[in-house]
T-cell receptor, first 109, second 112 residues
């Protein structure tokens, strides 16, 4: 079942913060975050394996609440380079990732 | 180093024609995934292989779609006959570490 991402789109000014949420109706083993710039392929950001785990990548971090079957991606002091579409993906101890429809993030100077 | 070559990068064809998309990882990887991306449905997993064997093809939309992986460095996705609703960007991805996937540049398919 495809995870649900919110919001669908965000417009920020450079330096502002953003939160992207990802929720699933099924129990999760891991959550994956990818970023895709316009006209390019998705690129791996991070994977979260444990409940309550947080990870970071530059000024981007994420949390995973296993009980609530939710994950959130936090973008702090956003930069122009953060613009793109962010996908969360979920997997259940198998090898495949089911991706959400994505959240489009646009950073204005 | 991970790397994936996809060809063609762009394909325009007419409804009813056969289309073959190709994926060539730079070096062999044990897992290979085919995805389709559209605005409406997002990034959908079509099929994936482990050691050249198809493991899960539940995402393949219908019998018009087929995929093969004859060896560790080559895979094809075929659509026969193609329909306008097949228009999308098709990505091939390989697993480079535990559950991290590296995506190829994609093939943009337009079916008229």
């Amino acid at each position: 079942q495809q995870p649900v991402q919110s919001p669908q789109a965000v417009i920020l000014r450079e330096g502002e913060d953003a939160v992207i949420n990802c929720s699933s109706s099924k129990a999760l083993y891991s959550v994956h975050w990818y970023r895709q710039k316009h006209g390019e392929a998705p690129v791996f950001l991070m994977i979260l394996l444990k409940g309550g785990e947080q990870k970071g990548h530059e000024k981007i971090s994420a949390s995973f609440n296993e009980k609530k079957q939710q994950s959130s991606l936090y973008l702090t002091a956003s930069q122009l380079s953060y613009s793109g579409t962010y996908f969360c993906g979920t997997s259940n101890r198998d090898d495949k990732i089911i991706f959400g429809k994505g959240t489009r993030l646009h950073i204005l100077p | 180093d991970a790397g994936v070559i996809q060809s063609p990068r762009h394909e325009v064809t007419e409804m009813g024609q056969e289309v073959t998309l190709r994926c060539k990882p730079i070096s062999g990887h044990d897992y290979l995934f085919w995805y389709r991306q559209t605005m409406m449905r997002g990034l959908e997993l079509l099929i994936y292989f482990n050691n050249n064997v198809p493991i899960d093809d539940s995402g393949m939309p219908e019998d018009r779609f087929s995929a093969k992986m004859p060896n560790a460095s080559f895979s094809t996705l075929k659509i026969q006959p193609s329909e306008p609703r097949d228009s999308a960007v098709y990505f091939c991805a390989v697993r480079v570490s535990y559950n991290e996937q590296f995506f190829g540049p994609g093939t943009r398919l337009t079916v008229l």
